[in-house]
């Protein structure tokens, strides 16, 4: 005889498993297994872009996204410092995250329907909202983008930035020639080197190069024109959600610390006699959210002692005082009209 339990049970005990799952602490996925059991995080950045990911002459990287990288090995294994940087050109990227060769990649890369949904990848948390530029020789008198007819330009190849010009040519009806080399240091050499008449990327990384680079950066000018939208995002593997959720949140918990007002210099201050809430859960002295990540409840604390808040990040590396003199613009807080908006940690 087949016994049937009341529906009423059935309902209660299915009940009682959903709260279980809702309340359970996340388990540790298989990268971040990996990455405590090898003591190092492995982050794919570029060959050097300066503000973004640039050795000096010692090897030290700096960057936005270095520090992004930083903030998540100090949440994860306790120290900024343990991070291992692989440089990878526009056509290594991928692949070299798909054959987990890296555990996440913060390589100023566009966050676009074709990455997301094609590469086995997930984009994280937007932590530089660019847009594409040109910049040009003042000799040769042009004012706007819109005056390159026939004009020959220098970009890399495996980038948004080649389609880009395609397409934004394409629909304004002026014919140009596009000449593409396979990595950054080559397309930016040939431009300055007169091969070229326009040389385009990102304006972040025209900034750079105009103030680094150039031969004599009042040689040259950024057209008042960006003709693309170019949300930078690190990306990290599918089918590893606990670590998808860590290099989310981490980048998010920076932003947050802004908001509230938390630095690298007052977290010690405001740990021990904070008593707004939200600072609390930042800071680990609150409602303990690292176990929900499969972390301690400090996690959020050592990444801003690490780097800082978003914007002490921003202002180091491409801030108006760094070799970039960015200003704040999209990339500011949502509070003070930019689009910066994390959601709550909480």
């Keep these: 005889m087949t016994y049937f339990r009341p529906l ?28 405590k059991q090898r003591g190092t995080l492995k982050c794919g950045v570029t060959n050097g872009v300066a503000g973004f990911s640039a050795p000096d002459t010692q090897g030290n990287w700096s960057g936005l996204d270095v520090d992004t990288c930083r903030a998540i090995a100090a949440a994860v294994l306790g120290d900024g410092k343990k991070v291992d940087f692989v440089p990878l050109n526009s056509q290594q990227r991928f692949s070299a995250l798909q054959a987990g060769e890296i555990d ?15 590469l086995g990848f997930n984009f994280t948390t937007i932590t530089y909202y660019d847009g594409q530029g040109f910049l040009v020789p003042k000799k040769i008198k042009v004012t706007s983008a819109k005056q390159l007819k026939n004009a020959t330009i220098c970009t890399q190849s495996g980038t948004t930035n080649e389609k880009n010009v395609s397409d934004w040519f394409r629909a304004q009806g002026i014919p140009v020639k596009t000449v593409v080399f396979e990595s950054f240091e080559a397309s930016f050499k040939a431009f300055f080197a007169g091969r070229c008449q326009a040389f385009t990327t990102d304006a972040s990384a025209l900034a750079g190069l105009r103030n680094k680079e150039a031969p004599n950066a009042d040689d040259y000018v950024i057209l008042p024109e960006l003709i693309s939208k170019e949300p930078l995002a690190p990306l990290v593997r599918r089918g590893d959600d606990d670590w998808f959720a860590i290099a989310k949140w981490v980048p998010n918990a920076l932003i947050e610390a802004e908001e509230y007002g938390i630095t690298q210099a007052n977290a010690d201050q405001l740990k021990s006699g904070s008593q707004d809430p939200a600072v609390q859960r930042i800071l680990g002295t609150g409602e303990d959210l690292g176990k929900l990540l499969g972390l301690d409840k400090d996690w959020a604390y050592r990444a801003v002692k690490a780097v800082g808040n978003y914007g002490e990040v921003f202002e180091r590396n491409v801030g108006p005082k760094s070799v970039l003199k960015l200003p704040r613009g999209a990339n500011n807080l949502w509070s003070k009209g930019g689009l910066m908006y994390a959601p709550p940690v909480r």
Aim: hydrophobic share 65%; net charge positive; aromatic share 2%.
């Design 8 to 35: 009423s049970a059935v309902l209660a005990a299915v009940l009682a498993a959903v709260l279980a799952l809702a309340t359970a602490p996340a388990l540790a996925g298989k990268t971040l297994d990996a990455v």
């Design 104 to 118: 996440i990649l913060a390589r100023n890369t566009t966050w676009t329907l074709t990455r997301d949904a094609s």
